[in-house]
Structure formats: structure tokens, C-alpha cells
């Protein structure tokens, strides 16, 4: 139920950032959607959307994290693996 | 997709797989709130890849699972009325009530209609004033935001044909009945990633304080849940019991404020009970004053009628993490998502659902 869906801003309609609605691209398909609670929200940006609402815009630097964390450790754990 | 496929890159599971198998040196036993989150565990097999000291049990947060029986009636009864258009979610069609589920209402001619958000349903009752449209909102915190904003709406332009049915249920008081309860076995939590898109992770902090919990703010793919274990066994480890947040591309410590007004104007925070648990206080959202012309119980005259839950389902059980659908003994027999007995078996989401379509064996081996 709770299940939101990232997706590419492509056009924003309205400049009342509390009755924006856009258009956002997933993977191919276009929907309409409501943009009342992300007025820092702009063209291009990718926005997880639930239910016709986007809840949120993804940061770019915060969701590479997983993967600079995971190339550090890969290191850390060639290092530990190094026979004695 | 971006965003999405990354996320199910099979080298960085491998690679988090092995971090947490170096971290762990005890049994601990995490629970995983979000019955999306449970979905993608059963699905990608997520828990067979754990080493076997770290077990995985299923929470509550399923909110089709968590509707009570008589919240089911009260939408049938109101489903039924000639003068009605009945919109709903998709997967609240084939929850069973005490006698129907609102499929067999549009089998015999009720008008009930399956929208993708509850905005739709507005637009439905401005093209149809002669006609009652009630919503049926359902939800956890990620879905109260768009059902405040289509009462709001209707309100805005007076859509006086228009109500909702709510049976809106909140995460934080769900956790703390787990905690609680004398039959607890939960060390640490993985919170739901979108329920703190809209309200942030401050209200965890002191729950996580209070019962020793840590509690990991987690997503939804198969990397973000094996890092989510992997911050939560390091915690137990380290005999921490921090609020900690994997999810932050999406996540911030104080959520999302625009949508926390709303909901603050449209709802207040009411008891409400879980099915196979019981009423918990404070525990679900029901409408403000302001906004109370548009609750559907009112005005059909149904918020009086009670239900008692069926005897046989053991949901409650499951949904509280002490026993797993296969140990159910009418699992996989007597109750499938065809004729299912109770909710956790019909949504997609439900735990006994999820076993069904991925975990055939288990029944299997329970028959021999």
C-alpha cells in the first residue's frame, strides 16, 4: 500500500507552488501528478510518487551513499582478507 | 529504471550479505515494519541470504491487513446503497467482511470502482451530483497526505457529495503495542522509509530510547534492506539503540513539513482498532471538526455497528511477529488468496500472501 515510485519530472503546469501538478515520466510511461507538497520540486528532478502525489525529491548525493560506502568497504575488506 | 534498478545490483548485496555476516556473533531478531519491505524480503528471497543467527519477522505495517472486520461491513453496507458510487483501492475489493467483500457488491450490480488516487474520486463526484461518491481511505501516514488534500479539495469547492470512509492507522503506537506486549521477541526495527518521507523520524527517537530498540529508517529495494539489517545487527552489536536513517534520498529527519500541515488540519490523531489485535489509543487519524461533514460513517449512520473478528485467522499473531503464516494450519489449504479466511492472505503485501506466492515449499513440507 505504501508502495512510492520514483520518476523524471518532465513539465510543470501552474506557478502556485500549493497547486502545482506535473507531468513525471516512469520508465516510459507519463502520468499527471500532484505536486502540493514539494514546492522545491523543478524540472528534471526525480520525485517518488505515491498514490498521484509526489512525497518527495530524491537527493542525488544522498541515494550515491550506499554505493561510496560499499566501494570503501570493498577495500576494507580486500585489506582484511590478506593472508598473515 | 534509475532509482530503482541500482538498488537491485547483485554485486553490492553480495558485498552488504558479507558485512553482515562478519558484524554478527549473536541470534538477534529484527522486524521489518512495512509490509512492502516484507514483500520484497519473501520475494528476492532477502531472508534466506541472512546468516542464520539473524531471523526476520514480519510487522504490522500492511494497512489493507490491519483493517478491521467491521470497517470491511460498514464499507460493504454503504457499497450497496443504490444511491452510492464506492471507490476504493484496488486491493480492498477481496477483503472478506463478515459475509461479503465488495467484489461480490459490483458482481450484483453496486456501483464500486477501482481509482488510482483519491483525487480521482473527487473528480468522480463533481460528474456525478445526483450520486453519493464515498472514498474508502485507507492507509498508513504515506497515503493520509493525498486523502487529506482530496477531502480538502472537496471542501475547497464544495463538493458536498463526497465523503471518505477512514480507516487511517499510524506506525509509531503499532511499534510500541509490539514492544510492549509480554510475547515480544523484536531486538530492532526497520522503519518504514515512506511513512518517514512524510513525518520525518523524530517520533521514533524516543521509542528507541525508551524500549533499548535501534531503530533503522529503511527503503524498499533489496540493497537498501540488507544495509538497513547490516546498520541494525552493527547497533545490537555495539549494544547501541540509536534512530538511525538509510533511506536519505528520500528521507529528512523532519519530514515533509507542507504535508504534515495539511494532515494537521485535515485529521487528529483518534483510537482506532487493528484487526487481530485490538483497539490501540491513539493509533489511527480520524477527521478534524472542520472537516467532519465529510465522514461517510456519519452521514450513512454505520459508526455504530460492531463485528467480532473470525475465530480460525490467526493474523493478529502473524501481524505482531509471534507466529509465521506456515505455522497457520489452515496456511496454503483451507485459506489461499482465492478464498482467503482473513486480510493477510488477500493483499499483496499481507505476510500469509507473500509466503503463498514464494514460499510454496514451506507448505509442502508441512503436508509431508
Known sequence: MCLAVPGKLVSIDGSDTAFRTGRANFGGIVKQINLSYVPEAKLGDYILVHVGFALSVIEEEE???VFTYLEEMGELGELQEIPV | MKYLDEYRDAAAAEKLRKAIERVTTREWTLMEVCGGQTHSIVKFGIDELLPDKIELVHGPGCPVC????ELIDKAVMIASRDDTIFCSFGDMLRVPGSEKDLLMVKANGGDVRIVYSPLD???????????????????FETTAPANAMAVHQAKQFGVGN???????????PAMEAVLSSPQNRVQGFLAAGHVCTVMGYTEYEPIAK????????????????????????TQLEEGRCDVENQYSRSVRREGNLPAQDLLSKVFRIVPRKWRGVGEIPRSGLGLTREYEDFDAETRFAVAAYTAEEPAECISGLILQGIKKPYECPAFGTRCTP??????TMVSN???????????RHLVRQKVA
Open chain 1, 63 to 65: 541515494a550515491a551513499k
Open chain 2, 66 to 69: 490491519v483493517t478491521p472486520l
Open chain 2, 121 to 139: 474520486a473527487v473528480t468522480i463526484a463533481r460528474e456525478n451530483p445526483a450520486k453519493q461518491v464515498v472514498f474508502f481511505a485507507v492507509g
Open chain 2, 162 to 172: 463526497f465523503s471518505i470512509l477512514v480507516s487511517h492507522v499510524l506506525v509509531p
Open chain 2, 210 to 233: 525508551r524500549y533499548k530498540v535501534p531503530i533503522v529508517v529503511t527503503g524498499f529495494e533489496p540493497v537498501d534492506i540488507l544495509q538497513g539489517v547490516l546498520m541494525c545487527v
Open chain 2, 338 to 343: 482465492e478464498h482467503p479466511f482473513g486480510a
Open chain 2, 349 to 359: 503485501e499481507g505476510a500469509c500472501a507473500a509466503y503463498y506466492q514464494y514460499r
